[in-house]
């Protein structure tokens, strides 16, 4: 089965650029989550989709961050405009349920530096 | 706030031996579930355990065992027969209703040759 994909791996930005994230979920895991890790700290998370509904996204910075997943299936993250502070890994998971809770499992991340 | 704490920063062991990464949490909720997670420097987060707090038996997954100590919120990894590739971070998360997760600071643990 294959695992959680994300590209890009790594990406440098001059601040006040915009970037994009992609994930591929597991497939048929129906809920895909994007979490922030900033160096040295443990995952938060940004948001969550439920198919191509948005579950929770009260973390997210929407004055600067989007994400939608478009089919319920592939997701995508923007920031625009990117801040320095955005630097951190963004981490995708997908989730399935066993027994009364999903397990998450997550993508490889991708590296943000901004510069 | 509903958190969970990982008190080492860094732990190091040697090859071969038993090394226990601590946790412990808070939660209001009364079913919930717990897990380790290891990240490596590729930086994939990969599901190391899980234990369903309802459930008093510790689980065990070959040379990973849990500790969970559910009146003290204690939720501790053994690995036993430390091998390389156990080097990694390690974090401890547990539940927020259904889906979500919360996570800990993470413990850096070395394996020592």
């Known amino acids: 089965e294959a695992g959680v994909a994300q590209s890009p791996r790594y990406k440098i930005i001059e601040k006040r650029q915009s970037v994009a994230f992609w994930c591929n979920p597991i497939?048929?895991?129906?809920?895909l989550y994007w979490y922030q890790q900033i160096l040295g700290q443990g995952p938060k998370l940004l948001i969550q989709?439920?198919?191509?509904?948005?579950?929770?996204d009260s973390q997210l910075p929407k004055d600067r961050f989007s994400a939608e997943r478009l089919k319920g299936v592939d997701s995508t993250l923007k920031i625009q405009p990117a801040k320095l502070e955005d630097s951190a890994v963004y981490l995708c998971?997908?989730?399935?349920?066993?027994?009364?809770?999903?397990?998450?499992?997550f993508g490889p991340g991708t590296r943000l530096t901004v510069l | 706030a509903q958190t969970v704490t990982q008190s080492q920063p860094e732990m190091s062991v040697q090859e071969a031996e038993t090394v226990t990464l601590s946790c412990t949490y808070d939660t209001s909720e009364s079913d919930y579930y717990l897990f380790w997670y290891k990240q490596p420097p590729s930086r994939q987060m990969i599901l190391v355990i899980r234990q369903e707090a309802y459930k008093q038996q510790n689980a065990t997954e070959n040379r990973f065992s849990v500790n969970f100590q559910k009146a003290a919120k204690s939720f501790s990894l053994k690995i036993s027969d430390s091998q390389l590739g156990d080097a990694a971070m390690y974090f401890c998360a547990r539940t927020r209703g259904a889906q979500k997760l919360v996570f800990g600071q993470g413990t850096r643990l070395t394996i020592n040759p």
């Open positions: 998971a997908s989730s399935v349920r066993q027994g009364s809770t999903d397990t998450q499992y």
């Open positions: 989709f439920q198919n191509n509904g948005v579950v929770d």
């Open positions: 497939s048929g895991h129906a809920t």
